[in-house]
């Protein structure tokens, strides 16, 4: 079992930053990959970036490239996703995730979830 708990969200205004951390406790090393996905209300949950843990590789999705940034610390076993430039189109429900496979982006292949932070971004 994986135990993940979000922090970090809140509301802030167009242009701005916020900088969302993930803690996980339990067999964590059982998982290779770790992402961010978000989800606005009536959309579906989608993928916003993810890290590997043999190598730290990084990817993101296509909407927020160049905006945000995800990295993890291992000795605190936790992950970051730092946000920056924020957009209104970006505010959602924010969740961490302990994925099976390193190369999958997609919700489904994610069987550790966390509780969800909220992100608003007012313009």
């Known amino acids: 079992q994986v135990q993940l708990v979000e922090s970090g969200g809140g509301l802030v205004q167009a242009g701005g930053s916020l900088s969302l951390s993930c803690a996980a406790s339990?067999?964590?090393?059982?998982?290779?990959?770790m992402g961010w996905f978000r989800q606005a209300p009536g959309k579906e949950r989608e993928f916003v970036a993810a890290?590997?843990?043999?190598?730290?590789?990084?990817y993101l999705a296509n909407s927020v490239k160049g905006r945000f940034a995800i990295s993890r610390d291992n000795a605190k076993n936790t992950v970051y996703l730092q946000m920056n430039s924020l957009k209104p189109e970006d505010t959602a429900v924010y969740y961490c995730a302990a994925g099976r496979y390193s190369g999958s982006y997609s919700a489904r292949d994610y069987n550790y979830w966390g509780q969800g932070t909220q992100v608003t971004v007012s313009s």
């Open positions: 890290i590997r843990r043999s190598d730290s590789s990084t």
């Open positions: 339990g067999r964590t090393f059982t998982n290779p990959v």
